[in-house]
């Protein structure tokens, strides 16, 4: 009895000390993760000569919203912000469509290969986005897609990762419930849209938050492909505000807190959303 008391308490203490230990570590990633947040906060309310005349973290009193009223002066952020919205609204309904139905093709249709295209698939996300920097830009230079925002649209339209969460997803429904619906005339195409996608909000949700902030934060393309100033998104045209010679320090990170807003929003609309749907695509397959 007293041996098998003593093992109780042993992995009790186990227990809290793995937890104690967990959520250290959690806590330190998360502060380190939030400090540059909070420092880009804290210098957008400065003035520009305050910026570095104290530590990273002083917070000046009264706060400075000039850079807030400059930014909208020095840059046309208004239009930037229409572009960047207009693309990324565009590709994150393309991709949620194109996704969706190679997920559900991969997952409940069958197919000769199917298997086999599915991991030649998945392995071309080991090719790093840098090597594909060239041959997309010759492939939109010869349809005539560069200096328009077709070249940031169908270079993202398709995700890789995306399929692979849809078809994850698409598994966890049992094949049974496919098999009912045939017996009830329905066609697969009626079956992935009217059984599958009123099921698939918490994926959908997820997915289409992804799509939609990384093309937001999307920097390197669109630099490389548009010119006209007119096209530029909002990461891009902030970008301009570093000169050679000297940066606004104040003014950037203002901008860069407007840019983060909708994103910071739209995240914590949706966030119940993230757990349930990766909780749902590691259910099978």
Excluded at 64 to 79: C, E, N, R
Excluded at 188 to 209: A, D, H, M
Excluded at 249 to 262: D, E, R, V
């Amino acid at each position: 009895m007293e041996a098998a008391h003593t093992r109780t308490q042993s992995n009790s203490l186990q227990k809290r000390i793995v937890i104690l230990l967990s959520v250290t570590i959690l806590t330190i990633g998360a502060i380190t993760m939030i400090l540059p947040f909070v420092w880009s906060l804290l210098t957008s309310l400065k003035s520009s000569e305050n910026v570095f005349a104290h530590s990273a973290f002083w917070i000046q009193f009264p706060p400075d919203f000039s850079a807030y009223k400059q930014i909208w002066q020095k840059v046309p952020i208004l239009t930037y912000t229409l572009n960047t919205l207009k693309v990324s609204l565009i590709v994150t309904v393309g991709q949620l469509l194109t996704s969706s139905l190679a997920g559900y093709a991969f997952a409940k249709l069958k197919f000769p290969g199917r298997d086999k295209l599915f991991v030649f698939y998945l392995a071309t996300m080991m090719i790093p986005g840098t090597v594909l920097l060239i041959p997309n830009f010759v492939i939109m230079s010869k349809i005539g897609a560069v200096n328009t925002h077709w070249a940031l649209i169908l270079s993202a339209v398709g995700s890789v990762y995306s399929t692979f969460l849809m078809r994850q997803f698409f598994q966890s429904f049992p094949s049974e419930l496919m098999d009912a619906a045939k017996l009830d005339g329905c066609n697969p195409f009626g079956f992935y849209w009217n059984i599958l996608l009123p099921n698939s909000k918490p994926i959908f949700t997820t997915l289409g938050l992804m799509a939609f902030q990384g093309i937001w934060n999307d920097f390197q393309w669109p630099l490389i492909v548009l010119n006209d100033q007119k096209l530029r998104t909002l990461q891009v045209g902030l970008s301009y505000l570093n000169s050679e010679f000297y940066t606004d320090w104040n003014l950037l990170m203002a901008g860069s807190i407007l840019t983060m807003l909708p994103i910071l929003i739209l995240f914590f609309c949706v966030q119940k959303y993230f757990v349930q749907s990766f909780k749902l695509t590691g259910l099978k397959g």
